[in-house]
C-alpha cells in the first residue's frame, strides 16, 4: 500500500511538474484524496475479503454437519440393514431346518410303517404258505397211505386167495 501511494505521489509530481502553473498545495491535495481512495478501496477489500471468509467458513460449517449427518445416517441405516439381514437369515435357517427335521420325520416314519406293513404281508403269506404246505402234504400222506393201505390190503387178499387157491387145489 505504502509503494502505491510512493509511485502515486511520485506520478502526480511529475504530472504536475510538466505544467507550468504548479502547485504544491493541489498536489497535496491530489495525494490527499488519492491516499483517501486508496484508504478506502483498501477498506472495503479488507471488508469484502472478512465477510468472504466468514462466508467461507459458515459454508464449509454447513458442509461439515450435513456430511457428519449424512453419514450418521448412513451408517445407522448399514447398521439396521445388518441386523434385519442377520435376523431374516436366522429365521430362514430356523426355518428351514424345522422343515427338514419335519420331513426327515415323516419319512423314517412312513420307512418304518412300509416296513412292518411289508413284514406284515411277509409273515402272513409265509404263514398261509406253510399252512397249505402243510395241509398238501398231510393230504397227500393221507391218500399215499390209504392207497398203500389199499394196495397192501389187495396184495395180502390176493395172495391170500392165491394160497387157499393152491391149498385147495392139491
Do not use: C, P
Request: proline share 0%; net charge negative.
Amino acid at each position: 500500500m505504502k509503494k502505491l501511494m510512493k509511485v502515486s505521489l511520485l506520478w502526480i509530481l511529475l504530472y504536475s511538474t510538466t505544467y507550468a502553473e504548479f502547485s504544491f498545495g493541489e498536489m497535496f491535495k491530489d495525494m490527499k484524496e488519492v491516499a483517501l481512495t486508496f484508504s478506502s478501496d483498501a477498506k472495503d477489500t479488507v471488508a469484502t475479503m472478512k465477510d468472504s471468509a466468514v462466508e467461507v467458513s459458515q459454508s464449509a460449517e454447513r458442509t461439515s454437519t450435513t456430511l457428519s449427518h449424512d453419514a450418521k445416517d448412513s451408517i445407522a441405516k448399514v447398521s439396521d440393514d445388518s441386523k434385519a439381514m442377520e435376523l431374516n437369515t436366522s429365521k430362514s435357517v430356523s426355518s428351514t431346518l424345522t422343515t427338514i427335521s419335519t420331513d426327515t420325520k415323516e419319512t423314517v416314519k412312513n420307512t418304518s410303517t412300509d416296513i412292518k406293513d411289508s413284514a406284515t404281508v411277509a409273515s402272513k403269506e409265509v404263514t398261509s404258505s406253510a399252512l397249505a404246505i402243510s395241509k398238501d402234504s398231510a393230504d397227500t400222506i393221507k391218500t399215499i397211505s390209504t392207497d398203500g393201505s389199499k394196495s397192501i390190503k389187495s396184495v395180502s387178499t390176493n395172495a391170500n386167495e392165491s394160497i387157499q387157491s393152491v391149498s385147495s387145489d392139491d
